[in-house]
Every structure is written in C-alpha cells, then in structure tokens.
C-alpha cells in the first residue's frame, strides 16, 4: 500500500539557518511527489512537484527538494529561513490504487521559526 | 488553476444532525477528493467523488455516515451523517486533472460537533 512517511514532527530553527525536512514514501511504481504548506489557518498551497526528470526541483518562496529513488525520499530543503515561513508542511505521493487516481498525505511537520 | 468554492466555510452543529457541504469548481475537473483533516492533524482521504458513480471511499469510511454525491464534472457534496463529536474537523474538497496535476484545495469546512 502506499505510504508516505514524515519522521520530524516538529522542527524549530533560527531566521537565516537552512533548513531541510524529510519525507520518505512507499509505492511500487515512480512516484509522483509533492510538497505542500499550509499556514495558520490558511488553506493548502502547492511549493512544488516531481513527476520526472531532474531530480532536483525548485518551488516557490526559495524551496527546492530533491528526489532520491535508492533512499525513496523526497526531502525539502531551504537554504535560508524567514519568519514567514513557520507553518505546517506536507508531502504528499501521487499513486493509482483500485483503478482511481489518489493522493495520500504524510502526518505533516511542524516548522518554527525564532527570530 | 481551479478555483474552488466551498460552502458553508464553519458550522456549529447538534449531534445526531446532518450536514451537507457543497464544493464548486469554475471549471470542469476530472478529479474531485474529500478529505478530513481534525485538529492538528494530517490529511485523511475520504473518498474520491466519480462523476455519475458512486463514489470510491477509503478504509474506515462507509457511504451510510457520508454519502457523497457528483452529478456533474464541476460540483459534488459530502454529506456528514448523525454526527457526534467525533466528526469535528475541517473537511477539505480537492480537485485535479490527472495524476501527474497537483490536488487545489478549497479553503474547507470547519465542523464543530456539540
């Protein structure tokens, strides 16, 4: 079944430090990949996504997360944080099961930020 | 991008009523996902809204506790059924065109259960 698993529940780091969250899933086939944040009481927005190709992609706000297949990870990395940028974030993996198209999600982490 | 309408934004409701939400798209989607997301917590797919089928619900949800409907490619309602509060939550329409097209999200429904 596919899964997707988020290790860091909450992660705090200081303004200006780098910053990097894992994700890792579970599914047979290539996995189509996304990252998502959703401010305090905002809605989802997309930060980007893998399908193919490149590896290494860029996003919005100055996230970039690169696919690993060996390790079936997706991490997110940014390489200096804003205070804006607390929020929740989630991966998610695109996956065909039982004949539909379903995305599932990770349990989320939880960034903040010091100033 | 879609732009997702979802009504009613929040609601206080009594247990043992029901609530139907509604998710309109401005455009016609292939895809349409329920999910519920409870305090501080994940996204839980509930099921996925096929367009004049029943729907294809996930483990742990049945259509007697939320039937869902999609007469068209740009509406579909979640119905929440004999709600105790347990079914306290946000519940989040989502849309997309294919598998490789990213989910967009209505900005969801705030269910209080008292």
């Known amino acids: 079944a596919q899964s997707v698993t988020q290790p860091d529940i909450h992660i705090t780091v200081s303004e200006g430090a780098s910053l990097e969250l894992r994700c890792n899933y579970s599914?047979?086939?290539?996995?189509?990949l996304f990252w998502y944040v959703q401010s305090p009481g905002q809605g989802l927005q997309l930060l980007l996504k893998?399908?193919?190709?490149?590896?290494l992609v860029q996003g919005i706000k100055g996230f970039e997360a690169e696919f690993k297949r060996s390790q079936s990870s997706f991490n997110l990395r940014k390489p200096s944080v804003h205070w804006s940028d607390a929020a929740e974030y989630f991966c998610?993996?695109?996956?065909?099961?039982?004949?539909?198209?379903?995305?599932?999600f990770g349990t989320g982490t939880r960034l903040k930020v010091l100033a | 991008s879609a732009v997702i309408s979802q009504k009613p934004s929040r609601d206080i409701c009594q247990r043992g009523t029901s609530l139907t939400i509604q998710c309109q798209v401005d455009?016609?989607?292939?895809?349409m996902f329920w999910y519920r997301q409870q305090p501080g917590q994940s996204l839980t797919l509930i099921a996925t809204?096929?367009?004049?089928?029943?729907?294809?619900?996930e483990s742990g949800f049945v259509i007697d506790k939320f039937p869902i409907s999609r007469p068209n490619l740009t509406f579909s309602t979640l119905t929440v059924s004999n709600m105790s509060p347990e079914d306290s939550s946000i519940y989040l329409c989502?849309?997309?065109?294919?598998?490789?097209?990213?989910?967009?999200f209505g900005n969801g429904t705030r269910l209080t259960v008292t």
């Open positions: 989502s849309v997309g065109d294919s598998l490789n097209s990213p989910l967009h």
């Open positions: 599914y047979g086939a290539t996995p189509y």
């Open positions: 893998y399908f193919s190709g490149d590896t």
């Open positions: 998610a993996v695109g996956a065909l099961g039982s004949g539909t198209y379903k995305y599932i």
């Open positions: 455009s016609q989607v292939t895809m």
């Open positions: 809204a096929n367009q004049g089928s029943e729907a294809t619900y």
